[in-house]
T-cell receptor, first 114, second 114 residues
Framework: ETGVTQTPRHLVMGMTNKKSLKCEQH?????MYWYKQSAKKPLELMFV???????ENNSVPSRFSPECPNSSHLFLHLHTLQPEDSALYLC?????????????FGPGTRLTVT | RKEVEQDPGPFNVPEGATVAFNCTYS??????FFWYRQDCRKEPKLLMS???SGNEDGRFTAQLNRASQYISLLIRDSKLSDSATYLC???????????????FGTGTLLAVQP
């Protein structure tokens, strides 16, 4: 399936490293999202972009920095992370921001912070 | 109170059984409702939307009770391949703004036994 792709699929990084997660959607959608999924917790919305403009930052620490250069690409830049940031990071897209639009998820990046 | 609450399970059922999952949500202004399915170490995928009048898709039936703020999913004639985590998802406006925000439950784990 190639609707929403994410790279890398797995990432191990130290607390002083800088890395970036990449998401690309091939569905012609206009809205893109970053979610965090930790064990035993529900998916947490982190950021929302609509037509490349950020419309939501869900009180995410500044060590996570999103970037959306166009409607098809979304990045999450990571720096000085903490071990509790270890989680599955999921990207999603939807046709638009209407309430009834389905969100399509990428396979996720499993991040481990050591 | 959690925004979306589900019984985490696990539900262990034999093949062919009928199983029902329940979900409650706290925001009476919520407007769209979904069931997503998430296989182990995979991304969530939309199983079905939930409509006010109730809807059926093959062996799956979803129902919504707005007065009680309650959503259900019924699976008939369970298959081994139905084993997954079922996520109750509610869509609503974020903070009175225009953001399309999905709020996820923690999920209910279903294990169908041969």
């Amino acid at each position: 399936e190639t609707g929403v792709t994410q790279t890398p699929r797995h990432l191990v990084m130290g607390m002083t490293n800088k890395k970036s997660l990449k998401c690309e959607q091939h569905l012609g959608h206009n809205a893109m999202y970053w979610y965090k999924q930790s064990a035993k917790k529900p998916l947490e919305l982190m950021f929302v972009y609509n037509f490349k403009e950020q419309t939501e930052n869900n009180s995410v620490p500044s060590r996570f920095s999103p970037e959306c250069p166009n409607s098809s690409h979304l990045f999450l830049h990571l720096h000085t992370l903490q071990p509790e940031d270890s989680a599955l990071y999921l990207c999603a897209s939807s046709q638009a921001m209407g309430l009834a639009y389905e969100q399509y998820f990428g396979p996720g990046t499993r991040l481990t912070v050591t | 109170r959690k925004e979306v609450e589900q019984d985490p399970g696990p539900f262990n059922v034999p093949e062919g059984a009928t199983v029902a999952f329940n979900c409650t949500y706290s925001n009476s202004a919520s407007q769209s409702f979904f069931w997503y399915r998430q296989d182990c170490r995979k991304e969530p995928k939309l199983l079905m939307s939930v409509y006010s009048s109730g809807n059926e898709d093959g062996r799956f039936t979803a129902q919504l009770n707005r007065a009680s703020q309650y959503i259900s999913l019924l699976i008939r004639d369970s298959k081994l391949s139905d084993s997954a985590t079922y996520l109750c998802v509610v869509n609503g406006r974020s903070g009175g703004g225009a953001t399309n925000k999905l709020i996820f439950g923690t999920g209910t784990l279903l294990a169908v036994q041969p």
